[in-house]
């Protein structure tokens, strides 16, 4: 790493005891090591075994030749050597200047570990790709129960055929699971099948969650379960808080629903120089990228007074727009961070709920929920419209507001609830 390459590219020999160390005792993965001065290191799986002897041999060889070694040693050096030239690519502050944007990149044009016909070597490869802990354990436990249902580790994706997927189901209903149990199980099976076709591993027509092929219902949606009423809103703003941590809950709960939904673990990597100045006011270009959202398309949220006022409680010394977060915390302390301190901040918003009367248990899951509910009650915005607005939807800039007066003065109408306190 240099002062032109924002990375440290290189390989790490992974000798932490894992499932494949034990099914092939002995042998380590290999993955690529990509390093950020800042942010930490990130391990790519590249789905690369070996022994320790072979690993110090190739590992001298990349200062040398490779003429001693095996024929085997030999094709995983060429191997590891493509896969360094390409990510080496993306070693460039002009093409990455993040983790997240050089892993991106690398996922998305590397194919070094995107070809198998085991039903459970593809799981690895979807599990790998995914950042959020909860998401990575939903395929873990998806591919736990597939092995319940079948003991094969080999097992071979061309044989998950529309029979085997009807035959786990009722294993599942004889078992007494609920329907929504399998289900949860298939949705995940179902993107292994798009990774496959992705990769060139089968062709469409012969994923049998194709169209007219099996469906799965999709899951209740949860928009109702934390959807607060306009006046659920409105007594939460006029409850007193007991002490700070309370206070911080609560203002965190309305600058959550006041930028048109944002997620908390977004809030809280919000960044200073994101702020910019026209003749609206201030806002922030969100762009879901920069951080944790579903989206590739850039949104805008002015920042009201109630906002500002929020802000300027809890303003940041360093690049964050709030003091959550320091600038020299690695990627791990921040996750870690945010999730005990989501957790303390969750805590305080249930004991202001139970000052309220018909107060449901709260969470910031209520802010985020309700943002989009409120300005529909208020305004009588289109669904479409509302869509846009809301900084964590896919639809986000998609073009149904006309203007942005017009998109300021409806995100507007959250901040009144505190404009009226």
């Known amino acids: 790493m240099t002062i032109f390459d924002p990375f440290e590219i290189g390989f790490y020999f992974d000798e932490r005891p894992s499932s494949q160390s034990k099914t092939e005792p002995g042998t380590y993965p290999i993955k690529l090591r990509v390093y950020h001065r800042e942010q930490g290191k990130k391990l790519f799986s590249l789905k690369r075994n070996t022994t320790h002897f072979s690993w110090n ?141 992705n990769t060139g591993v089968i062709l469409p027509t012969e994923n049998p969650f194709g169209i007219g092929k099996v469906s799965i219902p999709e899951p209740k949606r949860r928009t109702k379960k934390f959807n607060l009423t306009a006046e659920q809103i409105e007594s939460l703003a006029e409850v007193e808080a007991s002490g700070y941590e309370e206070q911080l809950a ?66 940041g010394e360093g690049k964050y727009v709030f003091n959550f977060l320091k600038d020299e915390m690695t990627v791990e302390e921040i996750t870690k961070y945010r999730a005990a301190k989501t957790s303390v901040i969750n805590k305080n918003l249930k004991k202001l709920a139970l000052k309220i009367e018909g107060m449901p248990s709260l969470s910031t899951k209520h802010a985020r929920y309700s943002a989009a509910s409120y300005i529909k009650r208020k305004t009588k915005a289109s669904t479409q419209e509302i869509s846009e607005l809301m900084v964590n939807s896919p639809k986000m800039a998609q073009g149904y507001i006309d203007t942005p007066e017009e998109k300021k003065a409806m995100q507007e109408v959250l901040s009144e609830v505190l404009k009226k306190k």
């Open 250 to 315: 609560k203002d965190v709960f309305f600058f959550l629903f006041m930028f048109d939904g944002i997620r908390i673990s977004d809030m809280y990597a919000l960044e200073k120089e994101w702020i910019v100045e026209d003749d609206l006011g201030k806002r922030i270009d969100f762009d879901p990228v920069k951080t944790e959202g579903r989206s590739s398309k850039e949104g805008e949220v002015w920042i009201t007074e109630q906002m500002e006022d929020i802000i300027a409680k809890y303003l």
């Open 57 to 197: 041999r190739i590992k001298k060889s990349f200062l040398g030749s490779g003429s001693s070694l095996t024929i085997n040693e030999k094709e995983l050096r060429e191997f590891l050597l493509t896969v360094r030239q390409e990510a080496q690519k993306y070693n460039d502050p002009l093409k990455a200047k993040t983790l997240k944007q050089f892993e991106d990149l690398f996922k998305r044009n590397t194919k070094s570990n995107s070809a198998s016909i085991f039903v459970y070597d593809i799981f690895e490869m979807v599990i790998d790709e995914k950042d959020k802990k909860g998401t990575k354990d939903a395929y873990i436990n998806a591919m736990k129960s597939f092995k319940d249902y079948e003991n094969n580790q080999k097992l071979v994706i061309h044989d998950i055929s529309k029979g085997w997927i009807e035959g786990f189901r009722l294993w599942h209903k004889e078992k007494g699971s609920s329907k929504e149990t399998p289900n949860t199980y298939l949705r995940a099976l179902r993107h292994v099948f798009t990774h496959a076709i």
